[in-house]
């Protein structure tokens, strides 16, 4: 396992080169944390909001960036690590100079302007992600520059996946794998299912530093919803205290990500033996996920992962018990471009990778979800191998 290298770099290179191409642009600039670390490998450790940071990719010439002091040492890291594909930074100051220390500049509309003209980029045509306050400041001292809001067009950038972020990929999903069949192992009456997932989440990490030294892993979420909450895809709002009981449907979410990329791994378990509709349900949605899943196929429609899943659970009569969409797209963001899977009809293009969890939400009873994380191809593969048998989800 390694950082993504520098193929990663010249294939993400080469698409924004073809992205100004076809916006007639002269470069990108990029302001949002996703599309920051897109461009340059670098995972920020501020929030722009607060602190703003500026990527600009030119059609011609390197790639420079506009960063908050704060950052100064956290860039030093990556750097020294020779994970980051950023060399030409200029920061600016944190707040006011009250002593002799080496003074940054402050003013950052002013900063932005001159390393634009500086660049050449002053009377230039760029697209931007984000129409930043900044960047309209800037705007004033370079009355010929064109800013052009671009979000839309750019969201093309990361829906295929370069093969070595497949790689990742594989690897972080083995290892949702390996912490799945602990949850099976620790499933039990009584248990409380916070204590539960922080238990999940401190084996997940102590395997992820077995498989990943040095690696960028961190978890967003181990996630476990029992019984009648379980028919809520995101809960009751009152986790705290909660604890499984005999009987129990339940649904957990295992959320990490590693060097920038996530994986989704999700289950349906029951807390003894299920009863019948119990039974019926959860088959009818792992039926849905391997339909979804089995639709990932290059030049099928987006859309036709959602309508495969949906055609099996209608074809169930559980069409009341569906109220979200089957999946979405997986990469740098857990819910990743393209966002409207439902109602997208573009054709699918071989190195996306989407979630598939079609879901059945009984209220009273519980839920019903199965995720699998799959990579669209002539032929799908699907990256999460939890198995889907009632008899390995009956526990306790």
Same mark, same amino acid.
């Given at each position: ?53 500026? $990527? ?54 002013? $900063? ?263 990579? $669209? ?20």
């Amino acid at each position: 396992m390694a950082h993504l290298s520098k193929a990663v770099h010249d294939y993400r290179l080469s698409a924004m080169h073809r992205l100004m191409d076809r916006l007639r642009v002269d470069a990108l600039v990029f302001g949002t944390p996703d599309f920051f670390q897109y461009a340059t490998n670098y995972q920020l450790d501020v929030w722009p909001w607060e602190r703003p940071v500026f $990527v600009v990719v030119p059609r011609n010439g390197e790639t420079f960036a506009v960063m908050n002091e704060l950052s100064t040492n956290h860039l030093r890291f990556a750097t020294s690590k020779g994970t980051v594909w950023l060399t030409d930074v200029t920061f600016y100051a944190e707040h006011p100079r009250v002593s002799n220390r080496l003074p940054l500049p402050a003013q950052l509309p002013e $900063v932005v302007a001159a390393l634009l003209s500086a660049k050449g980029l002053g009377m230039s045509r760029i697209a931007v992600d984000t129409q930043h306050p900044i960047l309209a400041g800037a705007q004033r001292y370079l009355p010929e520059l064109t800013l052009r809001p671009s979000l839309a067009e750019m969201r093309s950038l990361r829906w295929v996946k370069h093969a070595e972020e497949h790689q990742v990929m594989r690897d972080l999903a083995a290892l949702t794998d390996w912490v799945q069949d602990r949850y099976r192992e620790n499933i039990r009456p009584g248990r409380l299912v916070q204590e539960l997932d922080h238990a999940m989440a401190a084996l997940m990490v102590e395997e992820a530093a077995n498989r990943f030294p040095g690696e960028d892993f961190d978890i967003l979420k181990c996630w476990t919803l029992t019984g009648a909450a379980s028919a809520s895809p995101h809960g009751d709002g009152a986790a705290c205290g909660s604890r499984i009981a005999r009987g129990d449907t339940i649904v957990n979410l295992i959320l990490p990500r590693l060097n920038g990329l996530h994986v989704e791994n999700e289950r349906t378990w029951f807390c003894g033996r299920p009863d019948s509709e119990q039974s019926r349900l959860y088959q009818v949605a792992a039926q849905a996920t391997d339909a979804a899943v089995a639709a990932a196929v290059v030049g099928k429609r987006v859309c036709d992962m959602d309508a495969a899943a949906q055609a099996v659970i209608e074809a169930a009569g559980c069409g009341q018990y569906i109220f979200h969409r089957t999946g979405h797209a997986v990469g740098l963001m857990l819910h990743e471009y393209p966002e409207d899977m439902a109602f997208n009809t573009r054709p699918l293009l071989a190195g996306e990778v989407y979630s598939s969890e079609p879901g059945l939400y009984v209220y009273g009873l519980g839920g019903f979800r199965l995720d699998d994380t799959v990579i $669209v191809g002539d032929k799908p593969e699907v990256i999460v191998n939890t198995p889907k048998t009632l008899e390995y989800a009956t526990v306790a």
